[in-house]
């Protein structure tokens, strides 16, 4: 089954750290971009990071930059997220997807994992 | 806040028509292709439409896409209550260089 499954969510504090997972299953990661996209509770979706298939480029929204690095290993089929400084505005829940292009070349996101809960609270 | 503005909600009656509009600007949607997801309640989004109005395969002909200038419209004909979610319109934004989604849209089935 073609899958991505996110791990490594929590509780966290207020400048604390925490490293996200995502492991693909069922296709060979290496092949695409790869991206993460959280939702604040109640909220709608927000991209955060995305990395090129051989980890040469990597872009992340502003208010994330310096704080997140966006990371993969391909020879283990995996994504990784790691945020330090957390602050309680990163509460939500991080999802992984793949980055697929069009005919044009522009990019969707096309198998999105189930997500991993990130809370931030004293 | 986003830079694509959706209605917060709509409804309609089982098998009635909805469409619903994002509206952005020549940053993004005016020369960008447009994307849908759709959002099951307690569930991760799921690709609805890509490249304005292409369907990925297993969705339904109920559900259309389009574009116009700086607006993208979704459509979904012969409602059904399994279609209830919320629903988001993506693009690229170049003044950002960032993936930008829209506010979301409530779909209800009266």
Redesign the interface.
């Known amino acids: 089954e073609v899958q991505l499954v996110e791990s490594g969510g929590g509780l966290v504090q207020p400048g604390g750290s925490l490293r996200l997972s995502c492991a693909a299953s069922g296709f060979t990661l290496s092949n695409y971009w790869m991206?993460w996209?959280r939702q604040a509770p109640g909220k709608?979706?927000?991209?955060v990071a995305?990395i090129k298939q051989d980890g040469s480029e990597k872009?992340y929204?502003?208010s994330v930059k310096g704080r997140f690095t966006i990371s993969r290993d391909n020879a283990k089929n995996s994504l990784y997220l790691q945020m330090n400084s957390l602050r309680a505005g990163d509460t939500a829940v991080y999802?992984c997807a793949d980055e697929?292009q069009?005919?044009?070349g522009?990019?969707?996101?096309?198998?999105?994992?189930?997500?991993t809960l990130v809370t931030v609270s004293s | 806040q986003?830079v694509l503005t959706q209605p917060p909600s709509v409804s309609a009656a089982p098998g009635q028509k909805v469409t619903f509009s994002c509206s952005g600007s020549s940053s993004n949607i005016g020369n960008?292709?447009v994307?849908w997801?759709q959002?099951l309640p307690g569930?991760?989004?799921?690709?609805l439409m890509?490249?304005n109005n292409?369907r990925?395969s297993g969705i339904p002909d109920r559900f259309s896409g389009s574009k116009s200038g700086t607006s993208a419209t979704l459509g979904i004909t012969g409602l059904q209550t399994g279609d209830e979610a919320d629903y988001?319109c993506?693009?690229?934004d170049s003044s950002?260089?960032?993936?930008?989604?829209?506010?979301?849209t409530k779909v209800t089935v009266l």
């Open positions: 991206t996209v709608g979706l927000e991209w995305n872009y929204v502003d999802y697929t069009d005919s044009s522009y990019s969707y996101f096309d198998l999105w994992g189930r997500g | 986003s960008h292709h994307s997801y959002q569930t991760a989004p799921k690709l890509y490249e292409k990925p988001y993506e693009t690229w950002l260089s960032a993936y930008v989604f829209g506010t979301g």
